[in-house]
């Protein structure tokens, strides 16, 4: 059976966020999930063999349309009409050291440094972050300081946890400011660390990045917070298939059944025809064969 892949998962997710199960495309209800989007991720397969349309009343059934007015019925998988498998982590059942306790060793480890380009950022944990350029392991010029150290994310704050940023990025956060004079803005240098898990890495810059004129991202792994149920991976799943079939009218499928029947028919003829040539080919060379001697 053939299939076409789809769109990816920002399109599946779309669709899924309009469409409700059992619902048709027009008047659907749903509501956003974001742990959905952050744990699931799917997987569009369009089938080229087409269903008689309303056959399949179920709840895991939706029917759309594209924009040619062509109906599909897609199946959706069971981790999208009900919770997903496997049990689910509740944080409040963690005894273990909170986030800043997990990172506190990094204060007396040495800094980090990361060239990007021209410049090298220095991040020292807890106190600064630096900016220079560095020739034979040198600094020359002038050296930048992009903020100093002022607070850190609260996870047992509720008001702070409200945004679930942290929680659906699965990132812990420090903010560095009053830093060096920004001629651009006319205002202090300020940058934000990010803390991400990687399970056997050591601790290190993995990206920084500008957004805005001199405020800066760092984005800094580390072994250290992998423990904590906040902070740990998701769950590598795979991509949960939704399977999509031509929804037809009686009318139109009675219309495509008589076509595969004339298909097939036309099929067998040629292949009968292509027997009778083969059948006559090797009669022919057979007569045309000289006839055998024997040596005595």
């Known amino acids: 059976m053939a299939a076409r892949r789809g769109p990816g998962p ?21 509501a956003l999930n974001l742990q959905e989007l952050s ?18 009343q179920a709840e895991d059934v939706v029917t759309v349309a594209s924009r040619f007015k062509q109906r599909y019925e897609c199946r959706l998988p069971p981790a999208a009409v009900g919770p997903p498998p496997g049990p689910p982590r509740d944080p409040r059942l963690y005894n273990g050291s909170g986030v800043a306790e997990l990172l506190r060793p990094m204060g007396t480890a ?18 600064h972050i630096q900016q220079y350029h560095l020739e034979e392991s040198e600094i020359k010029g002038d050296i930048l300081v992009l903020g100093y150290y002022q607070s850190a994310f609260d996870w047992d704050d509720e008001t702070a946890k409200a945004s679930k940023q942290h929680q659906l990025r ?5 903010s560095y400011v009053n830093g060096s004079h920004c001629d651009l803005t006319g205002r202090a240098r300020e940058a934000e660390v990010r803390f991400l898990c990687e399970e056997g890495a050591g601790d290190y810059i993995a990206r920084v990045d500008e957004p805005q004129s001199c405020s800066y991202v760092l984005t800094v792994h580390t072994t250290r917070i992998c ?13 949960q298939p939704i399977r999509c079939q031509p929804a037809l009218s009686p009318a139109q499928y009675v219309q495509y059944v008589r076509a595969q029947v004339s298909d097939t028919k036309r099929k067998v003829e040629e292949i009968s025809e292509e027997l009778r040539t083969l059948d006559t080919r090797l009669w022919s060379d057979r007569d045309s064969e000289p006839p055998s001697q024997t040596t005595e």
């Open 39 to 56: 744990e699931l991720k799917y997987g569009l397969e369009i089938l080229a063999e087409p269903v008689l349309a309303g056959q399949h």
């Open 110 to 127: 040495p800094c980090l440094l990361k060239t990007k380009d021209w410049w090298t950022y220095e991040f020292c944990y807890g106190r």
């Open 227 to 239: 423990h904590h149920p906040f902070l740990r991976p998701a769950p590598g799943l795979a991509p």
């Open 170 to 174: 699965r990132y812990h956060s420090q």
């Open 10 to 30: 920002v399109a599946v997710l779309a669709l899924l966020a309009l469409l409700g199960p059992g619902w048709p495309l027009r008047g659907a209800r749903a």
